[in-house]
């Protein structure tokens, strides 16, 4: 044997375990373009979305629609948007789809062109439809894909991710008034736009996904998968779902009546103009986006029911002296409240899947379909009660909803994966 080939092979000895390192460095940074990428096609799926309640008065007037038919694009619309994500999260877990993120915006740029040109209340619903179902598959799959990109940051990944839904939800309707109201119906077809801009962009993140597929053999992802988990009986990870469910019940319903009814409340008991109330409207909805970010820091470090601890049941005492306090306090109350309860929505999504692993898909589909879906009924019910009790007696009910959150105890307190690869 050769003295070249005898010093090749402690070389060749030594550098693979570098060579293995810095592979797993690789695979373990978080990758911001991606997360980012996401964040920002999150923000115009959400402003597009936003659209379609925007319309109604327009499609009302247009079609002599009556308010049960109205009612009925909603359900159309939110049947897709919400009912459907868990089962496209279920399929996509069994099956990846690397593109599915730009056929689901293809579906959102289908539904806007149909809804700008619809003449007929069928078209209108399928148009509906249509752009729901763009967003059952964007946000099951999106998750999905900032989870494998966050490098074991899961808490932040997740957090940016949905400070792009919370900032287009909050822009949608700025743009409907200025835009779609003055302009009608047929100025929806502008946004579309938006969409191929998205379909751009997540077709360049498709190919960061499937190349990152291919770099992991399917033992290790399986691997990882349950990695860092604790054996949990099928009892308590279904008991532990139902308090997730709870506390997106009790978290959602009291944003909803913040979030609808707070312009109309500070009108009603200060006697501001519709002008002042936006200003206060749009300071919650900064401090839901603050919120939103420190929760997915914060539980990262901390871990996950600390937060979901602090974010529900410490937002409470604030809530509790809202109605009682004068106009200044009562815009300052409502800013703490939302940054402490938009805490907890990462926290609650990235506990829910580290407690199912291997399903990333199906818990992001649940989750972010049980928050359209109990933040509207939310606002639904809040409505039939200030129609009969009065807006201030909203808000005084309301935050006993928080009380929810000393269902938290009932939590298992199980190791954090936040260390293990995606």
Not at 322 to 345: D, H
Request: with cysteine.
């Amino acid at each position: 044997m050769s003295d070249n080939t005898m010093a090749a092979g402690p070389i060749a000895a030594t550098a693979a375990p570098a060579v293995a390192q810095a592979a797993a460095a690789s695979a373990n940074s978080t990758t911001f373009a991606v997360i980012l990428s996401l964040s920002f096609c999150h923000l115009l799926n959400d402003m597009m979305q936003s659209l379609v309640p925007a319309l109604y008065p327009i499609l009302k007037d247009n079609y002599a629609l009556t308010f049960g038919q109205i009612g009925f694009i909603t359900l159309a619309f939110q049947c897709t948007a919400s009912m459907l994500q868990p089962l496209v999260g279920m399929y996509t877990d069994k099956k990846p789809q690397p593109y599915s993120l730009m056929v689901g915006m293809g579906f959102t740029l289908v539904g806007l062109l149909l809804m700008s040109q619809a003449s007929s209340y069928p078209v209108i619903l399928l148009a509906a439809a249509l752009i729901g179902m763009g967003s059952s598959v964007f946000h099951p799959e999106a998750s999905r894909v900032a989870r494998m990109a966050a490098g074991g940051r899961y808490g932040l990944a997740q957090s940016l991710f949905q400070v792009g839904g919370n900032m287009g939800s909050a822009a949608g309707p700025l743009l409907a008034a200025f835009i779609v109201v003055p302009a009608g119906q047929r100025s929806i077809v502008w946004f579309s736009a938006a969409a191929l801009v998205a379909m751009i962009v997540l077709f360049q993140v498709g190919n960061w996904y499937k190349a990152r597929r291919a770099t992991q053999k399917p033992a290790t992802r399986k691997a990882a998968g349950g990695a860092g988990t604790v054996a949990l009986s099928r009892r308590r990870i279904t008991v532990a779902v139902l308090v997730l469910v709870a506390l997106l019940f009790s978290k959602n319903v009291y944003s909803a009546s913040l979030g609808s009814y707070f312009t109309f409340y500070l009108i009603q008991k200060f006697g501001v103009d519709v002008q002042t109330a936006q200003l206060y409207l749009f300071a919650f909805l900064v401090g839901i986006v603050a919120g939103t970010i420190v929760g997915g820091l914060v539980g990262d470090k901390v871990g996950r029911i600390p937060v979901v601890w602090f974010s529900i049941v410490g937002a409470l005492p604030f809530a509790l002296m809202l109605p009682y306090a004068n106009l200044f306090w009562t815009g300052a109350l409502a800013v703490l409240v939302a940054m402490i309860m938009a805490s907890a929505f990462s926290a609650i999504l990235v506990y829910a899947q580290e407690l199912l692993p291997g399903r990333v898909g199906l818990v992001a589909g649940m989750f972010f379909g049980f928050s359209f879906g109990l933040g509207g009924l939310g606002a639904a019910a809040l409505g039939v009660i200030a129609d009969h009790a009065g807006i201030e007696a909203v808000y005084r009910m309301t935050p006993l909803l928080l009380l929810l959150g000393l269902l938290t105890a009932f939590l298992p307190r199980q190791p954090s994966i936040s260390k293990q690869p995606a």
